[in-house]
């Protein structure tokens, strides 16, 4: 809900569904790299959608009238879980450009590394060819958050002289390395 005093705005060309699940994955992102063990959204559905009040509208899916459809921060969410899954917060990476973070995450039995990636800025940043260093990766998949996709869109990438390239936004993707 717009008028609500805790809205996500439209930023550029991202409507308010995407901006609320850019900011939601970020906070979740920002929680486990502040040692935050686990975390939970207030409220799974909206309330009522079109009342400006706090919280009406905050839901990862539609009202009890809408059949409580999802909305793209559902699927924004759902994707991070799956991707995430196993893993621990392990660092920040310096990613070289003041605007972008990086996040590592291992798995359990470290043969795993995902990494979370993202601009963290509220303007609508882009940068292509972004390079992460993998080192000797055997394997280098990367998972971008989509809307109506559970588990979003996947992609292997091309390891060349130990980094992959790929293109940054506010919307984290997730870059699986398996070592």
Same mark, same amino acid.
């Given at each position: 809900q717009p008028e609500s005093v805790q809205a996500a705005v439209a930023i550029d060309t991202n409507d308010i569904y995407e901006v609320q699940g850019q900011w939601i994955l970020r906070s979740f992102l920002e929680a486990a790299a502040s040692g935050i063990d686990k975390a939970f959204l207030f409220m799974l559905r909206d309330a009522n959608a079109l009342d400006p009040n706090k919280y009406n509208s905050c839901?990862?899916?539609?009202?009890?009238?809408?059949?409580?459809? *999802?909305?793209? #921060?559902?699927?924004?969410? &759902?994707?991070? %879980?799956?991707?995430?899954?196993?893993?621990?917060?392990?660092?920040?990476?310096?990613?070289?450009? *003041?605007?972008? #973070?990086?996040?590592?995450? &291992?798995?359990? %039995?470290?043969?795993?590394?995902?990494?979370?990636?993202?601009?963290?800025?509220?303007?609508?940043?882009?940068?292509?060819n972004f390079e992460l260093n993998v080192g000797a990766a055997i394997q280098v998949k990367m998972t971008l958050p989509v809307n109506q996709k559970p588990n979003g869109n996947a992609s292997n990438l091309t390891v060349q002289s130990g980094k992959v390239s790929f293109r940054v936004t506010e919307r984290p993707v997730f870059i699986q390395v398996i070592n």
């Open positions: 839901g990862l899916t539609n009202e009890l009238w809408y059949g409580h459809q *999802p909305k793209k #921060s559902w699927f924004y969410v &759902n994707t991070m %879980n799956q991707q995430l899954r196993n893993t621990r917060f392990e660092r920040e990476v310096n990613s070289g450009n *003041p605007t972008v #973070s990086v996040y590592q995450f &291992n798995s359990q %039995n470290a043969d795993t590394t995902v990494y979370a990636v993202w601009c963290r800025t509220s303007s609508n940043a882009i940068i292509n």
